[in-house]
């Protein structure tokens, strides 16, 4: 168990949603469903990286499969990370809609359930991670 990149990687979730809660509430929700989304995979990677998997990619959906393979992941977590995936592209890049920018296309709303959603994976991981130490795996 590496703890010290397991520490790098969730200390940068916790601060990721933190800037996503911040956007949000200055009304950038596009950033904050993208910075939502981050936070997520970086509490993921936390874990993979932790037990001496590091895990390339951006897709939740897939980075939470890898940890599927070595600990059951419940399907809420899984809902989850697919539902941020979503976030990932269209919240950043103009050429995403065929008209206006990705500022138009999100709201307080897609905001508070990205960070609710991400809110949820990164206490789940966190959990995982102390269950992990104490040898009570997943």
Request: hydrophobic residues 40%.
């Amino acid at each position: 168990m590496d703890l010290k990149e397991y520490g790098r990687w969730i200390t940068m979730a916790q601060r990721t949603l933190e800037s996503a809660r911040r956007d949000a509430e200055f009304g950038d929700f596009n950033w904050a469903c993208f910075k939502a989304h981050q936070a997520a995979e970086f509490a993921i990677k936390a874990i993979l990286y932790g037990i001496g998997k590091p895990t390339r990619g951006h897709s939740l959906t897939h980075l939470v499969a890898e940890l599927n393979e070595l600990v059951n992941i419940p399907e809420n977590i899984i809902d989850l990370c697919k539902f941020l995936d979503k976030f990932y592209v269209p919240t950043r890049y103009v050429d995403a809609w065929s008209d206006g920018i990705p500022y138009e296309y999100f709201t307080r709303s897609d905001a508070e359930t990205a960070i609710n959603a991400a809110n949820n994976i990164i206490v789940f991981t966190e959990d995982l991670w102390r269950r992990l130490l104490s040898g009570g795996g997943g």
